[in-house]
């Protein structure tokens, strides 16, 4: 069962940018003309924004009582850059849900997320594991 | 051998709150009071903005010619919640360096990553894969 994003999600170059100020201050995710002349071949979001971004969406999309706590991350994978004006959209799957072996009033919740853009490429893809309060145990 | 930050980065209740806002808007990364009656019995940072955090430390303490091209992350790990006004630092570990199958131009950088905060308990760890331009090749 695949879970699609409750919308997508326009990246700006101000957004790149302005994050990219703040967190990942390299040329390629700061000017344009930078980003021309690097890997990248242009400006392109910090991969950590697109991280980021993929929480919004998920947060928006899937509702857990009690809130989405993160574990951690089994994979990231960055395949493509995002670019200014690329409108991101997620499908998330759980793959798996078991009770935390630490907190046996938590469930842990392992679901991978597939980022497209609007041109349908594939931009990342991750697997992450969320915390989740049991129902009634809380 | 392993690769101290080059300082360490107070987070502030603002900062928790303007990311958490912008990208992570759950309760308990919002707003002091719904942190209490969380699971995490106060505000927290998301781990999202805890990566982003570590990103700018690497920024700013390994210096890659030609930078640091995210190409994935093999693994992640929120051992600790990140608080208002806690202090993080990194050591960073090569762990491995090739050359790129898809880009021989460029090698790949394993790289571990360990975040402490001010009491030098482990908030984060991470192993992170980046592409970095092989000298005179790019």
């Known amino acids: 069962m695949k879970f699609p994003s409750a919308r ?23 000017d344009e003309a930078a980003g021309e002349s690097s890997f990248f071949k242009g400006l392109a979001a ?15 999309s899937l509702h857990i009582a009690g809130g989405m706590i993160g574990a951690g991350v089994d994979e990231m994978r960055w395949m493509q ?3 200014p004006n690329d409108s991101l ?5 759980i793959l798996s849900v078991r009770v935390s072996n630490a ?10 997320t597939t980022v497209f853009n609007q041109r349908d490429e594939i931009v990342m893809r991750s697997v992450v ?10």
């Open 46 to 60: 910090s991969g950590w924004l697109t991280a980021a971004i993929v929480m919004r969406l998920r947060v928006e």
């Open 129 to 138: 594991n969320f915390l989740a309060p049991l129902r009634g145990k809380s």
């Open 89 to 93: 959209r997620t499908e998330a799957e």
């Open 8 to 30: 997508s999600y326009k990246v700006t170059a101000e957004e790149i940018k302005q994050f990219a100020e703040r967190y990942d201050p390299q040329p390629f995710h700061l």
């Open 81 to 83: 850059p995002v670019r």
């Open 103 to 112: 907190r046996p009033q938590f469930g842990v919740v392992k679901s991978r």
